[in-house]
C-alpha cells in the first residue's frame, strides 16, 4: 500500500528557508518520477516541481530561480527547498507520483512575519 509522510512545514518567516520532506513507502520510490504540488488558500493546485528517476529536474517558473527538488533514493524520501520564501509561498504543499498518480496528505506551509 502506497504510504506517503509529510514533514517540514509550520510557520516561517519572509526571506527564510524551507525544507519539506515526503517519506515513502509501498512502491519502487527510485524507479518513479515524483513531484511537488501546492494548493494556496482559494486558488487551485499547482505543479511546483518534477524530479525524474534519473535525477533530472524540471520546475514551474515561479520556483526556478527559488526551489530544489531533490531525492534519497536509499531513504525514499522527496524533497523540496526553497529560498527565500515570501508570503506567496503560503499554501498546502503535497508530493506526488505522477504514473500512479498518488497524492500525500498535504502539509501546510505560512510564511508570516
Known amino acids: 500500500q502506497v504510504h506517503f509522510v509529510e514533514s517540514g512545514g509550520g510557520l516561517v518567516q519572509p526571506g527564510g528557508s524551507l525544507r519539506l520532506s515526503c517519506v515513502c513507502s509501498?512502491?519502487?520510490?527510485?524507479?518513479?518520477?515524483m513531484s511537488w504540488y501546492r494548493q494556496a488558500p482559494g486558488k487551485e493546485r499547482e505543479w511546483v516541481a518534477l524530479i525524474y528517476s534519473t535525477g533530472e529536474t524540471n520546475y514551474a517558473d515561479f520556483a526556478k530561480e527559488r526551489a530544489i527538488i531533490s531525492r534519497d533514493n536509499s531513504k525514499a524520501t522527496l524533497y523540496l527547498d526553497i529560498h527565500p520564501v515570501t508570503p506567496d509561498d503560503t499554501a498546502v504543499y503535497y508530493c506526488?507520483?505522477?504514473?500512479?498518480?498518488?497524492w500525500g496528505q498535504g502539509i501546510q506551509v505560512t510564511v508570516s512575519a
Open positions: 506526488h507520483v505522477p504514473h500512479k498518480n498518488h
Open positions: 509501498g512502491f519502487s520510490f527510485s524507479a518513479y518520477d
